[in-house]
């Protein structure tokens, strides 16, 4: 079978099993966060946190209730890092610096996982599973709630009542991501990922050195990293080492569980509103982007010139040997346009123009699909900004699921959309006239910038991914990236829920002759050219500068 076949095949077997649980899971998601009633364990959970789930709370007190948490996570998880040496099952490891720390406790609290370090040479066992397992968990779901406070503000009306923080918070964690995360872990492990609690084993290599090789709880880490689109590796070396990632089958799955839950939204979202034909137009935005991204950076790898990549069939340095060029560039787009950051491949290896996809995918705002919750109300926010230019263009006032969309739904859509930017170009332009960027830089010239660019974009957009050629454990990257992934990640949800309580107070808008149908292909078409031209505006100066620059002189 020859590769570009089988690379057909794997993107279609992927597209088939996320078509099939697309309406299953969404449906399920929709009626979990409806229901009225609370399981055992939750009501266990809730009086441990001395929460009362059948409150509801207002756009602040929501609001006041993911910040809180979020704030404590932080603490617990640096609390943790810090003390490293002083807990059981630290393999003798040291405490994490305290730089370090904090970017690593306002990385996995952000849902970003970001890693300036080696997990296999850094973190014990209570470091990885009581620390950064568990906030892969939260995080996600603060993520979801977040989204689904969104919907409920197009869903209600007169009231600007958007749910309750803990219960959403819980349901998503209990309901939807453990037992997901569960049968995954175990699937993985069938594959032959490692799961167990053992010390460090020495090995002597074939070439007669002797390793170090730590192993520990990595099916069930791995499982929840991409399911809940973290990406925080256990390994340094990511979902390219076998210990996470030991062969096609689990390659695949590992695509498909970063996908599933980001595909699958759109379905609640269309489900909890009334109207599922709603979740299908942004669903086809998504999966628009996303497959024209995959065509792109595959394509663009396999033509890549030189003589050395013709007669390999495609540029194979710092790809999956294992998996070929179509699987790393399946892979590598499906993690940049989710806020995952997993990787099986340096994508500092990649041409100067599937870089500049791949940073593009990201600075769309990850929402196609996007993160774990996070993709939907992005993509809702994009949503909002089509209706009013729709509006503009016919001279009406704009009006989305019945709820018009006036000055101020306007100022909160717009300054979510300029959060991540001014983020990322603030913060490669201090790194670059600080000279922090440069002396972290591999490369020099056009690559070298495009590092830097990926950093802050993938920090602030709570992706996580890295060019692998970017020296980021330094005292100002680990401070300022840290910085930019917790605004990335707050500052935009503080303007989500706050556009939710304003639609939740509504009284709805009779559709009329003169509605803008939002459910059609056109809208789809509408909303996808939204995205690209507002994402050109502003970010093509930087790009001309790095991946452009550097693919048109090849």
């Given at each position: 079978?020859?590769?570009?076949l089988?690379?057909?095949?794997?993107?279609?077997a992927l597209?088939v099993?996320?078509?099939?649980?697309?309406?299953?899971?969404?449906?399920?998601?929709?009626?979990?966060?409806?229901?009225g009633?609370?399981?055992?364990?939750?009501?266990?959970?809730?009086?441990?946190?001395?929460?009362?789930?059948?409150?509801?709370?207002?756009?602040?007190a929501?609001?006041?209730?993911?910040?809180?948490?979020?704030?404590?996570?932080v603490?617990?998880?640096?609390?943790?890092?810090?003390?490293?040496?002083?807990?059981?099952?630290?393999?003798?490891?040291?405490a994490?610096?305290?730089?370090?720390?904090?970017?690593t406790?306002?990385?996995?609290?952000?849902?970003t996982?970001?890693?300036?370090?080696?997990?296999?040479?850094?973190?014990?066992?209570?470091?990885?599973?009581?620390?950064?397992?568990?906030?892969?968990?939260?995080?996600a779901a603060?993520?979801?709630?977040?989204?689904?406070a969104?919907?409920?503000?197009f869903?209600?009306?007169?009231?600007g009542?958007l749910?309750?923080?803990?219960?959403?918070?819980?349901?998503g964690?209990?309901?939807i991501?453990?037992?997901?995360?569960?049968v995954?872990?175990?699937v993985?492990?069938?594959?032959g990922a490692?799961?167990?609690?053992?010390?460090?084993?020495?090995?002597?290599?074939?070439?007669?050195?002797?390793?170090?090789?730590s192993?520990?709880?990595?099916a069930?880490?791995?499982?929840?990293?991409?399911?809940?689109?973290?990406?925080?590796?256990?390994?340094?070396?990511?979902?390219?080492?076998?210990?996470?990632n030991?062969?096609?089958f689990?390659n695949?799955?590992t695509i498909?569980?970063?996908?599933?839950?980001?595909?699958s939204?759109?379905?609640t979202?269309?489900?909890?509103?009334?109207?599922v034909?709603?979740?299908?137009?942004?669903?086809?935005?998504?999966?628009?982007?996303?497959?024209?991204?995959?065509?792109?950076?595959?394509?663009?790898?396999?033509?890549?010139?030189?003589?050395?990549?013709?007669?390999?069939g495609g540029?194979?340095?710092?790809k999956?040997?294992?998996?070929g060029?179509?699987?790393?560039?399946?892979?590598?787009?499906s993690?940049?346009?989710?806020s995952?950051?997993?990787?099986?491949?340096f994508?500092?290896?990649?041409?100067?123009?599937s870089?500049?996809?791949l940073?593009?995918?990201?600075?769309l705002g990850e929402?196609?699909?996007?993160?774990?919750?996070?993709?939907?109300?992005?993509m809702?926010?994009m949503?909002?900004?089509?209706?009013?230019i729709?509006?503009?263009?016919?001279?009406?006032?704009?009006e989305y699921?019945?709820?018009?969309?006036g000055?101020?739904?306007?100022?909160?859509?717009?300054?979510?959309?300029?959060?991540?930017?001014?983020?990322?170009l603030?913060?490669?332009?201090?790194?670059?006239?600080t000279?922090?960027?440069e002396?972290s830089?591999?490369?020099?010239?056009?690559?070298g910038?495009?590092?830097?660019?990926?950093?802050?974009?993938s920090?602030?957009?709570?992706?996580?991914?890295?060019?692998a050629?970017?020296?980021?454990?330094?005292?100002?990257?680990?401070?300022?990236?840290?910085?930019?992934?917790?605004?990335?990640?707050?500052?935009?949800?503080?303007?989500?829920?706050?556009?939710?309580?304003s639609?939740?107070?509504?009284?709805?808008?009779?559709?009329?002759a003169?509605?803008l149908?939002?459910?059609?292909?056109?809208?789809?078409?509408?909303?996808?050219?939204?995205?690209?031209?507002?994402?050109?505006?502003?970010?093509?100066?930087?790009?001309?500068l790095?991946p452009?620059?550097?693919?048109?002189?090849?």
């Amino acid at each position: 079978m020859s590769p570009v076949l089988a690379d057909v095949l794997q993107v279609t077997a992927l597209i088939v099993a996320l078509a099939l649980v697309h309406r299953p899971l969404g449906d399920y998601m929709a009626a979990v966060f409806s229901s009225g009633k609370h399981l055992r364990v939750e009501k266990w959970i809730y009086r441990a946190v001395g929460a009362n789930p059948d409150t509801e709370m207002r756009w602040p007190a929501y609001l006041r209730g993911v910040l809180a948490f979020s704030a404590v996570s932080v603490l617990f998880l640096y609390l943790i890092l810090r003390i490293q040496d002083d807990l059981p099952g630290s393999l003798g490891f040291a405490a994490i610096p305290p730089d370090q720390a904090f970017n690593t406790a306002a990385s996995f609290t952000s849902n970003t996982n970001w890693q300036s370090y080696s997990g296999e040479s850094s973190m014990g066992h209570v470091a990885q599973t009581a620390g950064l397992a568990v906030q892969n968990f939260v995080s996600a779901a603060v993520g979801i709630a977040v989204a689904v406070a969104l919907v409920r503000g197009f869903a209600r009306s007169r009231t600007g009542e958007l749910g309750n923080f803990w219960a959403d918070l819980v349901r998503g964690v209990v309901r939807i991501l453990i037992p997901i995360s569960v049968v995954a872990a175990i699937v993985l492990v069938a594959t032959g990922a490692v799961q167990n609690f053992a010390g460090i084993n020495e090995i002597t290599t074939v070439t007669g050195q002797t390793q170090s090789i730590s192993p520990g709880a990595v099916a069930s880490q791995e499982a929840i990293k991409d399911l809940g689109t973290n990406g925080g590796g256990y390994f340094n070396a990511n979902s390219s080492h076998p210990f996470e990632n030991p062969n096609g089958f689990s390659n695949l799955l590992t695509i498909f569980l970063l996908l599933v839950i980001p595909f699958s939204l759109p379905r609640t979202f269309g489900k909890m509103v009334g109207s599922v034909k709603q979740g299908y137009a942004i669903v086809g935005a998504m999966v628009t982007i996303w497959f024209v991204g995959v065509v792109l950076v595959t394509w663009l790898e396999y033509a890549h010139p030189g003589t050395a990549s013709q007669l390999a069939g495609g540029a194979m340095e710092g790809k999956e040997q294992r998996f070929g060029e179509g699987a790393s560039s399946l892979f590598a787009v499906s993690t940049t346009m989710t806020s995952t950051g997993s990787v099986n491949s340096f994508h500092d290896s990649y041409s100067g123009l599937s870089g500049g996809v791949l940073l593009l995918g990201m600075m769309l705002g990850e929402i196609a699909p996007g993160g774990v919750g996070s993709g939907l109300y992005g993509m809702l926010i994009m949503a909002i900004i089509a209706v009013f230019i729709a509006g503009l263009m016919v001279g009406r006032t704009p009006e989305y699921l019945g709820k018009k969309i006036g000055t101020r739904q306007i100022e909160y859509a717009a300054c979510y959309i300029l959060i991540t930017p001014a983020l990322v170009l603030i913060g490669t332009a201090i790194a670059m006239a600080t000279g922090n960027g440069e002396s972290s830089m591999t490369n020099v010239g056009a690559h070298g910038f495009s590092e830097v660019l990926y950093a802050y974009t993938s920090a602030s957009n709570n992706n996580g991914s890295a060019f692998a050629g970017f020296g980021a454990n330094t005292e100002f990257h680990n401070t300022a990236l840290g910085l930019c992934m917790l605004l990335g990640r707050f500052l935009p949800m503080v303007f989500v829920l706050a556009l939710a309580g304003s639609l939740a107070e509504q009284k709805p808008v009779p559709a009329t002759a003169g509605t803008l149908q939002t459910e059609k292909p056109l809208f789809t078409g509408l909303l996808v050219g939204t995205i690209m031209i507002i994402t050109g505006l502003t970010f093509f100066p930087a790009l001309a500068l790095g991946p452009l620059a550097e693919g048109l002189a090849a």
